[in-house]
């Protein structure tokens, strides 16, 4: 079991952390926090780079918290907030699969790392190495409700551009 949760964390956290590199930095063919910034401008969160940046951090701290197996409920609650907002923002009017830019991709990588707060990062994680267990339905619940919160408060930031709201119409 211990592996399998090693393996999960170490998936889902590096591919997040690595996807906010790519806002942070440019790495990996990503447009950096200049790039980033502008597509979250236009998409209703100015200043973008503020926005961006904060969308980075969370995923690549929160990516790099789960693959360590370290405050998984953190690194779950940081995961789930990203996700959400991007759900809500980009992928959802576009459905399920990510075939059309859906949100599918958003949907596994976020229940995944509220999963591993309910479940906890394993044996083999700096959470184990340090004896917190910080797992089972309590912290699953607050990472939920953490994640959850986290996402309210930049969706309800969120400004509609003129553009936005002649697409919405049709």
Same mark, same amino acid.
């Given at each position: 079991?211990d $592996?399998? =949760?090693?393996?999960?964390?170490l998936t889902?956290?590096?591919t !997040?952390? %690595?996807?906010?590199?790519? &806002? ?12 980033? /910034?502008q ?9 973008? #780079? #503020?926005?961006? =940046?904060?969308? /980075? ?7 790099l918290l789960?693959?360590?197996? !370290?405050?998984t ?5 940081? $995961?789930?907030?990203?996700? $959400? ?6 992928h =959802? &009017?576009k459905?399920?699969?990510?075939s ?7 949907l596994?990588?976020?229940v995944?790392?509220? %999963?591993?707060?309910?479940? /906890? ?12 267990y ?5 912290w ?5 409700? $953490? ?6 408060m930049?969706?309800?930031? #969120? ?6 709201q ?5």
């Amino acid at each position: 079991m211990d $592996i399998g =949760l090693l393996l999960l964390r170490l998936t889902v956290g590096l591919t !997040l952390a %690595a996807h906010g590199t790519q &806002k942070l930095f440019g790495w990996l063919g990503g447009p950096g926090l200049d790039g980033t /910034g502008q597509f979250f401008t236009m998409i209703g969160f100015p200043p973008g #780079r #503020r926005h961006a =940046l904060m969308a /980075g951090l969370a995923e690549t701290g929160g990516g790099l918290l789960l693959a360590l197996g !370290l405050l998984t409920p953190l690194a779950a609650a940081l $995961i789930l907030s990203v996700m $959400i907002v991007a759900v809500m923002t980009v992928h =959802l &009017k576009k459905g399920f699969f990510i075939s059309n830019g859906g949100y599918e991709y958003n949907l596994v990588l976020s229940v995944a790392a509220v %999963a591993l707060a309910f479940t /906890g990062p394993g044996s083999i994680s700096l959470d184990a190495l340090f004896g917190r267990y910080l797992s089972g339905t309590f912290w699953g619940v607050l990472a939920f409700l $953490i994640g959850g919160i986290g996402a309210v408060m930049p969706l309800s930031q #969120r400004r509609t551009t003129p553009a936005q709201q002649n697409a919405a119409v049709r």
